[in-house]
């Protein structure tokens, strides 16, 4: 696609002169700059960008959100948006939670002046790729000083009957010593048919003493080849508490940042998650400390199956200046075939004395004892396999905050482990 494409895109949505600049800036360095380094992961002859921009149809069959509660919901099927809700009290404080072009509208500046903040369209390839194929977005906007105890909800659905891509950015700002619980759910939905690829991004903006909760589901078909980049920066005293469940069945490429600039910020990332059949998911999740006495944790957990292969990378990087800072992970695998293959890496990056750091990785394989242990009680392989995942990743599950994601985690683990051949 040439440049032409995607600013006759960018026109015909009315975006502003300076998101076409960077739409623009980003497609002419695109063949510059290099992929993502993932370590142990060799994904460099995958279809990660499909070099076109277009929206969906709206003719594309709905799901039925009967279901759905009254708390704010954002649901996207593809580039359209299908479902807006948020009640009037928290309109009434400022908030915005909405498609982009809308936002755009409502809070023009504050999208100028974040959006790109936490992830630089320059970085890396895929990182531009992003900025200048992105089709739909969505917005959370917290004003300063508000709380909001309901949570947010947005669902992203992918469609599988098209052959769009799936390109989708996310926004969200946290003002000054606000707090909010953000869940997303990025699902595919239809008879995956059409094999595509997908780019998403979401940018987690928390100022000075701001507390946001987010929470993700990843459940992408197999047709869908992925690259999902979530990045926080943290100012002064605030904290992000990430809990991301990677479910998905197709190739995925998961780049999961926190930038802990101001003092006293705190990170907090949980992971898990599950590989089966043929499928390749590589996972690096990265902590870097600038500010002082600033705190990046990390806490990985992950089951392969089959011949499924997981790779979790997580990095910890203490900069120069960073005093009293503290930098844990731990990354788990838990394989139940032979045929399975994963890595655990842990890597600390340590520039500045005085600060606290320390890292363990395991690899390993069902206990024998335990599953006889568990058969002997009357349960057959596939149940005693169930309840020792259950175990493994419930280390992980049973620290997350929201009772509502534990069980919809374990939902659909269980049914990611149910479509098993």
């Known amino acids: 696609m040439t440049l032409d494409k995607i600013l006759e895109f960018s026109q015909g949505k009315a975006e502003p002169i300076w998101l076409q600049e960077l739409r623009r800036q980003a497609f002419e360095q695109i063949s510059d700059l290099e992929l993502p380094k993932i370590e142990r992961v060799k994904y460099h002859r995958w279809n990660l960008g499909q070099g076109e921009i277009a929206e969906s149809p709206l003719e594309a069959n709905i799901p039925d959100f009967l279901a759905i509660g009254d708390n704010p919901t954002l649901v996207q099927l593809g580039s359209q948006t299908v479902l807006e809700q948020i009640p009037v009290e928290v309109s009434q404080q400022g908030v915005v939670f909405t498609d982009f072009y809308s ?47 309901q949570p947010f909800e947005a669902i992203f659905l992918q469609d ?41 991004c979401v940018e987690v903006i928390a100022e000075a003493g701001s507390q946001v909760n987010f929470s993700a589901i990843d459940q992408l078909g197999e047709n869908v080849t992925a690259f999902i980049s979530r990045r926080g920066r943290l100012e002064d005293n605030a904290t992000i508490n990430w809990s991301l469940s990677l479910m998905n069945e197709g190739n995925v490429i998961a780049d999961f940042d926190s930038d802990l600039i101001g003092d006293g910020s705190h990170a907090d990332l949980k992971v898990v998650a599950a590989s089966s059949g043929r499928q390749i998911q590589g996972i690096d999740t990265r902590v870097t400390n600038f500010g002082k006495n600033s705190v990046g944790h990390i806490l990985q957990h992950g089951v392969i199956l089959e011949r499924g292969t997981l790779t979790f990378n997580g990095i910890g990087h203490i900069i120069k200046g960073a005093k ?47 599953m006889y242990y568990l058969m002997s009680r009357g349960l057959d392989r596939e149940t005693a396999e169930r309840l020792v995942i259950r175990g493994f990743l419930g280390t992980v599950i049973s620290e997350i905050p929201i009772k509502d994601v534990r069980d919809n985690i374990i939902a659909v683990l269980d049914q990611k482990l149910a479509s098993r051949p």
């Open 103 to 149: 936002a755009l509208e409502e809070i023009p500046e504050i999208i100028e002046a974040y959006f790109g903040s936490a992830l630089a369209f320059d970085q890396d390839k895929l990182s531009a790729y992003h900025t200048a194929y992105f089709n739909s977005a969505a917005v959370l906007y917290i004003p300063d000083f508000v709380e909001v105890e």
């Open 160 to 200: 599988s009957d098209s052959s769009v891509p799936f390109n989708k950015h996310v926004l969200i700002i946290a003002g000054k010593a606000s707090k909010l619980t953000y869940l997303e759910r990025i699902e595919s939905f239809g008879e995956k048919s059409q094999k595509i690829s997908a780019n998403i």
């Open 324 to 370: 009293g800072a503290d930098a844990q992970q731990e990354s788990r695998v838990l394989m139940l075939s032979d045929k399975a293959r994963s890595d655990a890496n842990p890597i600390l990056l340590i520039d500045e004395n005085e600060v606290t750091a320390g890292h363990a990785a395991s690899i390993g394989q069902v206990d024998p004892e335990d």
